[in-house]
């Protein structure tokens, strides 16, 4: 084996040795957010305004379409692949887990606070949040990959990996977004 290799990755900074423990950042970054939207609710009781609950996910009238819930669901999605191809888009992307994991918590008190079950608020964000939060990890992973080879090619670090978000991966992220969107717009007229 070359001892200038092994050298090298010991001499490394900091962020190029905690990359593979990184990914594990996203679903961490996913569970805070979910912390802070709990509290987000039950901290300030005031009536959720309808566009800051449609953002949520968690409004059950007036916008209930099914372009517009996948654009919800699509969104994280489509910045992920976007900070793929950005410099310190692995910096950025936990960030973004963050936000979408306060979301859905957000969405599950604030129908809790509406009056809905538990059960009930449960399954209309969880259902679909299966398929979208796996659509985001999906894209999420390797984007955060190619963001740190970018990163660490700027730096003339010797390029471990560079691509970006495989074909594969965004035909089945762009599915499963569907997949959520259906189950959303499916399972509002069925609990309700």
């Known amino acids: 084996m070359n001892n200038s ?3 090298a990755a010991d001499s490394a900074p900091l962020i190029f040795r905690i990359s593979k423990p990184a990914r594990r950042i996203l679903p961490l970054s996913v569970c805070l957010g979910a912390v802070f939207g709990t509290l987000a609710v039950f901290l300030f ?6 566009s800051i609950a449609s953002l949520a996910d968690a409004a059950l009238f007036d916008s209930t379409g099914y372009f517009r819930i996948l654009w919800t ?3 994280p999605c489509i910045i992920a692949v976007f ?3 950005v410099l310190f888009g692995f910096l950025l992307l936990p960030i973004l887990f963050l936000f979408r994991g306060f979301l859905l918590s957000y969405s599950v008190s604030a129908l809790l606070m509406s009056g809905i079950s538990a ?3 449960c399954l209309i964000i969880g259902i679909p949040a299966l398929f979208s939060l796996f659509a985001l990890f999906l894209l999420g992973e390797e984007a955060f990959c190619s963001s740190l080879d970018i990163y ?3 730096r003339g670090y010797p390029r471990v990996r560079f691509s970006f978000i ?3 991966r965004l035909l089945i992220a762009a599915l499963l977004l569907s997949a959520a969107a259906l189950a959303r717009q499916l399972l509002i007229p069925l609990l309700l």
């Open 73 to 75: 669901y699509s969104a």
């Open 152 to 154: 660490r090619t700027c």
């Open 83 to 85: 900070l793929s191809a």
């Open 5 to 7: 290799v092994v050298d």
């Open 166 to 168: 495989s074909a594969d």
């Open 45 to 50: 009781s005031f009536p959720i305004p309808e």
């Open 119 to 121: 059960g009930k608020a």
